[in-house]
């Protein structure tokens, strides 16, 4: 139960946040930790491919790009020809299509999100497993080299085709409706129920690598991380764990793009961008490796401040200099595990320490 009392603490933090929005009349702040928390999620699946099974993947931006523009075409694109079709019907049955009326009286058929969202996730996943196959046998800048080929393969793919719109991306997002009353969008009415969606997200998906972590997955991670060699020598099956990881953090990425585009009512190409797959190791770099708080509060920090405009027209060159910096200087990241459970242990001593001084002086007293 105590793995679970930091989660509990960023739920309390979460609502703290909102309420002081709302209190200080900046709920327009909501709007920017909304998107934050999207792009968060990417940075702790990174985190888990980075800091234990020490794989570098500079293609995490074209696993959010695939999310987000899967939805974006599968909900925007009209099927109204197809509605007589078995499928179609069936889907009609099950209430997994949308139909509504252009301005010029036409009636155009969309797939419902749901069906969008699955779809994302599969792909994803189905990518992700058979690149990670072949490329996580390479290892240093060989595997870096080999995932931002891949990223630029997925950019190269949606600036370039007219269905994904080329340079404009694809815009009028449908809302995704969760159930009566919340819905992803950029409506200003659903900003507060918006922000807890995003939050709630990154919660369960922090709970899910919690929990990977202290299973048998996560034990045979960390002794890969540690000495790939050894775990190899010791039967734990790295291959099939880096590939593991590898789907992991490329799912919470499609996951993550696939409720940004909802959110934001459309994509475009530079989500795609190797840039952006440089931020998020840049985010888990000063993170720390192996630390996902690091990487959720670091990734809030530096997104947050992104947003807001902070670093103005410098903004790429700044995580550029973050990265550099942190693999030059500090290579464990700014927020180190062993930092925080030095300063946890420091803690302890002192309230023993305390405990022993109270029970002296009762002693004394007595």
């Known amino acids: 139960m105590k793995r679970y009392y930091s989660v509990l603490i960023l739920a309390a933090v979460i609502v703290l946040i909102q309420v002081l929005t709302f209190l200080t009349g900046k709920a327009y702040l909501l709007t920017q930790l909304t998107m934050s928390a999207y792009y968060v999620l990417v940075a702790v699946g990174l985190c888990m491919l980075m800091?234990?099974?020490?794989?570098?993947?500079?293609?995490?931006?074209?696993?959010?790009?695939?999310?987000?523009?899967?939805?974006?075409?599968?909900?925007?694109?009209?099927?109204?020809?197809?509605?007589?079709?078995?499928l179609f019907k069936m889907l009609d049955t099950l209430g997994l299509l949308i139909s509504k009326e252009?301005?010029?009286?036409?009636?155009?058929?969309?797939?419902?999100p749901w069906i969008s969202l699955l779809a994302a996730v599969l792909i994803a996943a189905v990518t992700a497993y058979a690149l990670g196959i072949p490329v996580l046998r390479l290892k240093g800048h060989y595997l870096a080299m080999a995932t931002m080929g891949f990223g630029i393969i997925i950019y190269r793919i949606v600036l370039g085709s007219r269905i994904f719109g080329e340079a404009d991306g694809i815009s009028n997002v449908p809302?995704?409706?969760?159930?009566?009353g919340v819905s992803v969008?950029?409506?200003?009415?659903?900003?507060?129920?918006?922000?807890?969606?995003?939050?709630?997200?990154?919660?369960?998906?922090?709970?899910?690598?919690?929990?990977?972590?202290?299973?048998?997955?996560?034990?045979?991670?960390?002794?890969?991380?540690?000495?790939?060699?050894?775990?190899d020598a010791m039967g734990v099956d790295t291959s099939r764990y880096k590939v593991i990881v590898f789907v992991?953090?490329?799912?919470?990425?499609?996951?993550?793009?696939?409720?940004?585009?909802h959110y934001n009512g459309g994509i475009g190409p530079s989500e795609a961008g190797v840039i952006k797959s440089v931020r998020y190791v840049a985010i888990v770099a000063v993170g720390g490796m192996a630390n996902l708080w690091g990487a959720l509060v670091m990734g809030l920090v530096l997104n947050f401040?992104?947003?807001?405009?902070?670093?103005?027209?410098?903004?790429?060159?700044?995580?550029?200099?973050?990265?550099?910096?942190?693999?030059?200087?500090?290579?464990?990241?700014?927020?180190?595990?062993?930092?925080?459970?030095?300063?946890?242990?420091?803690?302890?001593?002192?309230?023993?320490g305390k405990k022993r001084s109270v029970a002296k002086q009762g002693d004394s007293n007595g």
């Open 175 to 180: 809302p995704f409706f969760l159930f009566p």
């Open 102 to 112: 252009t301005l010029y009286g036409d009636t155009v058929i969309h797939l419902t």
């Open 305 to 352: 401040l992104s947003l807001r405009g902070v670093f103005g027209h410098f903004d790429d060159a700044v995580f550029g200099i973050i990265l550099v910096f942190m693999m030059m200087f500090m290579p464990e990241g700014f927020i180190r595990t062993a930092v925080l459970h030095d300063i946890r242990d420091l803690f302890r001593k002192m309230l023993k």
């Open 51 to 86: 800091g234990y099974a020490g794989q570098i993947s500079l293609g995490q931006a074209g696993f959010f790009a695939i999310g987000g523009y899967t939805t974006a075409f599968l909900t925007t694109i009209d099927f109204s020809g197809k509605a007589g079709t078995g």
């Open 185 to 231: 969008s950029g409506d200003f009415a659903s900003r507060i129920s918006n922000y807890y969606v995003a939050w709630i997200l990154v919660i369960l998906g922090m709970l899910l690598l919690i929990n990977l972590i202290n299973s048998r997955v996560g034990r045979a991670l960390r002794s890969l991380h540690g000495s790939e060699e050894a775990a």
């Open 248 to 261: 992991i953090g490329a799912v919470f990425a499609a996951v993550a793009g696939f409720f940004m585009t």
